[in-house]
Structures are given as structure tokens and as C-alpha cells.
């Protein structure tokens, strides 16, 4: 009965997670910096970060949170801010004498720290809550159970999950790391302009 609506959640989605963002670049980061393992931590943590946002979907708090321009504004500083400290400490940590290709000071090298690094990237992020805002106003149907949005939302946190998951399985093997690593500082300079330019890019046009 609901396939047609899954269908286009799904493809909706499928767009959405693989255009590059915020999530892709943490992802990137610490696969590279750190492996596969702290990779598939981190896109755990991005997945349950699409639960915080089903939830208040369902719950209505969006349309409060995109009502109230003062409290949508703190949630885009929080964000931009969270982003911005990572990419001032990555270059910050490029910087330092004879940094080693293979060190994972500035990144969540524990499984626990990745995970919270991914959740707050995700959970942060106001372009989400306007994305999963419209995906549960205009494309869902008012009339669609619960049930059925709790589902679409388990669903959506799984694929994203997956889909990181797969990237840091392909980002951390020892090959495109060492490939990658070889720039050194670079790389890690690189990365955190891109994570402060993705924090100035929520607060201009989020």
C-alpha cells in the first residue's frame, strides 16, 4: 500500500546521502586518517544522527524548530561551530613539525569519539532537518501510520549507515590511504578547509 511513497523516499534519499556534505567529508576524514574501523564508527554515528531528525519530524518539532527563526539560527551557529572546530584543528594539526602521515591526534581515533563525531556532524546539521522536513510534509502522506514513518525512518538511518560504511570500507583500506596520505600535511590541510567551508556554507545560505 505504501511502496509508491517508500519508493520515493527512497529515491529521494539516494540523492541526498551521496552528494558531497558535511557527513561525506567527516567520513572521508577519519576513514583516511584513521581506517576502516574508526570509518564504519563514524558512519554509525551519522546513521543514529538520522533518527534525531525523524524523530522530531514525527513528533512536529520541525515545523517548530523552521517556525522559530531565532532557534533555527542556534541550531545553524551550533552546527557551523561544531565544523569549523574540526577544520581549524585539522589544519592546526598540519601544522605542527614533522607530522607523520599516519597520525590520528586530530582525529576520533577511539570507537566511541568517532561515533559521537559522526552523530553531531549529522545531528547538527540544519540542511538535514530542512531535507527531512520536506520528505515528511510533502512526500509523506498525513494520513500514513505512524508505524509506517517509524519505519521509513529506521529505513533511512540502516541506508545511510550503509552507504558510509561502504565508503569507509573503500576510504580506509592501506592502499588508498597510503595513496592519499602521501600529500601529509596536505591532506589534512585540505580537509579542514573543507570543513570550514561547509560551516560558512550553513550559516550563508542554510
Partial sequence: MYWSEFLAIAIAHLFAVASPGPD?????RQSVMAGTRIGIWTSLGVGAGILVHVSYCILGVALLLTRY??????MKLLAAGYLCFLGVQSIRESLRPQLAVSSTDSVSAEPGRAFWSG???????????????ALFTVVIDIETPTSVQIAYGLYLALATFAWFAMLSTVLGRQQVRDFML?????????????????????????
Fill in 69 to 74: 527563526e531565532q532557534l533555527f539560527n542556534l
Fill in 119 to 133: 552523530f553531531l556532524t549529522n545531528g547538527l546539521n540544519p540542511k538535514a532537518t530542512l531535507f527531512f522536513l
Fill in 182 to 206: 602521501r600529500a601529509g600535511v596536505w591532506f589534512e590541510r585540505g580537509m579542514g578547509i573543507i570543513l570550514i567551508l561547509l560551516a560558512i556554507q550553513i550559516v550563508v545560505f542554510a
Fill in 24 to 28: 561525506f567529508a567527516i567520513v572521508t
